[in-house]
């Protein structure tokens, strides 16, 4: 098992920039393929990013595609997402999750952190 904590997140303006990190404890990090997903009021939870175990590969949704950047560190159990050139739209509760399995498009991860909120409004 895993357990894991984001922070980062905050209120930023259209155009701004926030940096969110997850950070985990229990087993072995770099066991987890791990995964960024938001959800906004009203809204499934959706996949932002996923990184694979040693973080050579990555995978993001279109509407984030050249926007956010996500990357891992094994040996400080984190995982990053770099949001640049924030739109109202990606207002949401932000989640880090993990997963024995790279899955790309599910949103099917074992474990999740408790969220945070990124706000962004002028």
């Known amino acids: 098992q895993v357990q894991l904590v984001e922070s980062g997140g905050g209120s930023v303006q259209p155009g701004g920039s926030l940096s969110l990190s997850c950070i985990g404890s229990g087993r072995t990090f770099s066991a987890y393929a791990m995964g960024w997903f938001r959800q906004a009021p009203g809204k499934e939870r959706e996949v932002v990013a996923v990184?694979?175990?040693?973080?050579?590969?990555?995978h993001y949704a279109n509407s984030v595609k050249g926007r956010f950047t996500i990357s891992r560190d094994n040996a400080k159990n984190t995982v990053y997402l770099q949001m640049n050139n924030l739109k109202p739209e990606d207002t949401a509760v932000y989640y880090c999750?993990?997963?024995?399995?790279?899955?790309?498009?599910?949103?099917?991860?074992?474990?999740w952190g408790q969220g945070t909120q990124v706000t962004v409004s002028s």
């Open positions: 990184i694979s175990f040693s973080g050579r590969s990555t």
């Open positions: 999750a993990a997963a024995g399995t790279y899955l790309i498009t599910s949103t099917q991860y074992d474990y």
